[in-house]
């Protein structure tokens, strides 16, 4: 007959262990000192084996005979309930072990041979910084989209747009490891996407006119800052460089200084390439330097000494001087909004480019995207990054000439208001 649960409740420890039936092999097995527990008994591949469901009453009767069916389930379906129960045990363990930084963390390792050294540095920096404070020791299944908006809404709220979105991304990129590992199911990130302000698109504010280039760098100038802010500003000015090339320059980059034909050889894995370029020496970029540039980087030598970098952060003299530093004078200067460091390369292009048309010089303009690093499809024209360099030394010092108008030798910011 059948088990009732009153028969469960009154049975009680007896010298040996008992078992009551239920039937097709469940039973309560009752212990000497009166602990029941559901089992049930089954045959797989020949033998007999066994199988707990666990204490009674915490596993009622009705509840051991639905666990009965969904074995017997798995056992016409030619699968080892047993065997079936230890992996979803194990896999249980793992999805608690599976915090959203375990697996970020091997997210980032697999980027490692497409990721250049740089660019891993700065992702392994966004995440410590934004992320994993808020979610890193979560498990992966329990991170929804409102506990991503958690982690993304006060970037937003600086007013770095792109970094929120770049964050949703990397964070994308996690959950769908996850996914494809079996850790998670969905990727909650995905829809958080449409709830961050839009990415502005367009051109990093730059002023026109060489005019306005000129007084922007008179009353950048003239802001106490640090000497090593206000030279690195000028020779960004004067060079178009990017702001991250510019950062990390260092002195033995700088060749033929005292010669007619000085350069700055920017290795190629500065620059703006695919990891495999970043990796070729083909790729390095040279930057023919004017009359005005090399005067303001054997300033900024004198004042680095035996530094490995050329513009050190002055609180870190083994770290570059930091990305919001020159963004931060311009905006003390009033330029907020009209001008930023990367500016000086929509600058350059402007004036120079105007200039090209006004004098019918219609060779100039390919050239001047030369001078940026812009770099035509083709693979003739990715290696010809040194080409044209005569025309290039002419057009860099023509603006510089322009820019520099009226302004003092560099050795004159050595003296100027400081704010370390």
């Not at 045959?43 to 074995?71: C, H, I």
């Not at 047993?82 to 599976?98: F, G, I, M, N, P």
């Not at 200084?257 to 040279?286: C, H, N, Q």
Request: hydrophobic share 40%.
């Amino acid at each position: 007959m059948p088990l009732t649960d009153r028969a469960c409740k009154q049975a009680k420890g007896e010298a040996k262990p008992y078992k009551l039936a239920d039937g097709s092999g469940l039973h309560l097995y009752v212990t000497p000192n009166g602990y029941r527990s559901w089992r049930w008994k089954y045959r797989f591949g020949g033998k007999e084996k066994l199988l707990t469901f666990g204490p009674y009453p915490d596993v009622s009767l009705a509840e051991a005979r639905e666990l009965r069916e969904q074995v017997a389930r798995q056992l016409r379906s030619g699968i080892d309930p047993a065997v079936e129960k230890k992996r979803q045990s194990a896999a249980r363990a793992l999805q608690a072990e599976a915090t959203f930084k375990t697996i970020a963390e091997d997210w980032r390792a697999s980027q490692a041979s497409v990721w250049s050294k740089r660019h891993a540095a700065l992702v392994k920096a966004s995440m410590e910084r934004d992320v994993y404070p808020k979610i890193g020791s979560l498990p992966i299944e329990a991170i929804t989209t409102p506990i991503v908006m958690e982690v993304l809404r006060p970037i937003e709220q600086r007013g770095a747009i792109e970094t929120a979105h770049r964050t949703r991304q990397r964070i994308s990129e996690v959950f769908a490891r996850a996914i494809g590992s079996g850790l998670a199911q969905v990727d909650p990130a995905a829809v958080a996407a449409r709830a961050l302000a839009p990415v502005k698109k367009g051109k990093f504010p730059a002023v026109r006119t060489v005019q306005a280039a000129r007084a922007l760098l008179t009353k950048v100038e003239e802001q106490p800052a640090h000497p090593i802010t206000k030279l690195a500003s000028r020779l960004l000015a004067l060079t178009a460089v990017r702001s991250g090339v510019l950062r990390l320059a260092e002195p033995g980059e700088f060749e033929g200084l005292d010669s007619s034909a000085p350069i700055w050889r920017v290795p190629a894995s500065k620059m703006k390439l695919v990891v495999e370029r970043k990796e070729d020496a083909a790729f390095e970029f040279i930057v023919p330097l004017s009359r005005q540039a090399v005067e303001t980087i054997e300033v900024a030598m004198q004042l680095a000494g035996d530094a490995p970098l050329l513009f050190r952060s002055v609180r870190h003299p083994r770290r570059p001087i930091s990305d919001n530093t020159l963004s931060k004078s311009y905006r003390d200067a009033g330029y907020s909004g009209i001008h930023v460091p990367h500016g000086w390369r929509s600058t350059f292009s402007t004036v120079m480019n105007e200039l090209a048309g006004e004098e019918n010089r219609v060779g100039d303009r390919a050239i001047i995207d030369l001078m940026l690093a812009h770099v035509p499809s083709g693979v003739e024209a990715s290696y010809n990054r040194a080409g044209y360099m005569q025309r290039r030394r002419e057009l860099a010092q023509e603006w510089a000439d322009l820019l520099t108008l009226g302004l003092p030798h560099p050795s004159a910011l050595l003296e100027g208001p400081r704010r370390v």
